[in-house]
């Protein structure tokens, strides 16, 4: 894995963010971090997302594979909140619930390029719960294209 792959950082640092057709997703989503899921040979990817204390956010926000596939996910619940997460994956949601200081595992298979929103649905005082994305990276076969013309590309 790229040195520049490993670890968080922040979500700013997500390359073109800022442009059209870009990953859009960091303006979503505001502030925060990113993280890529870590690969390997076997072919599955896994990575932490963690609910730290009192802040009602995951982190990191966005989880990016590189490539469609297979993720082992672990959820860490360092809140003295008890939290339910929903997780999208191919054909159905995967539900986890955490309670206070707590830690679960999902398996999850994404196999399409693209960002899929995962969540906790009870949270903060705007209602809007806890939000994350998972980015999958890499194109769209030629059988799921939509018929239009060619879109600017970073």
């Known amino acids: ?15 073109g963010i800022d ?3 870009a990953a859009t997703l ?23 997302v963690r609910i730290p204390v009192d802040e009602l956010t995951f982190d990191p926000r966005v989880l990016i594979m590189p490539h469609g596939g297979e993720l082992e ?8 909140n ?4 929903l997780l999208p994956s191919n054909g159905d949601r ?7 200081h707590s830690r679960g595992r999902a398996r999850i298979e994404l196999d399409g390029p693209g960002h899929y929103f995962y969540y906790g649905p009870f949270g903060n005082d705007e209602g809007r719960g806890l939000v994350g994305v998972i980015l999958v990276q ?6 799921a294209r939509l018929d239009r013309p060619p879109q600017p590309r970073p």
């Open 1 to 15: 894995m790229p040195a520049a792959q490993m670890g968080a950082f922040p979500v700013s640092e997500i390359p």
């Open 94 to 100: 995967k539900f986890i619930g955490l309670v206070n």
């Open 26 to 48: 960091g303006r979503l989503l505001g502030t925060g971090r990113a993280a890529y899921a870590e690969a390997y040979a076997d072919g599955r990817m896994r990575a932490t």
């Open 82 to 85: 008890t939290h339910v997460v």
């Open 73 to 80: 996910l672990e959820l860490i619940n360092e809140d003295d």
């Open 19 to 21: 442009k059209q057709n």
């Open 138 to 143: 890499g194109e769209t076969p030629p059988e």
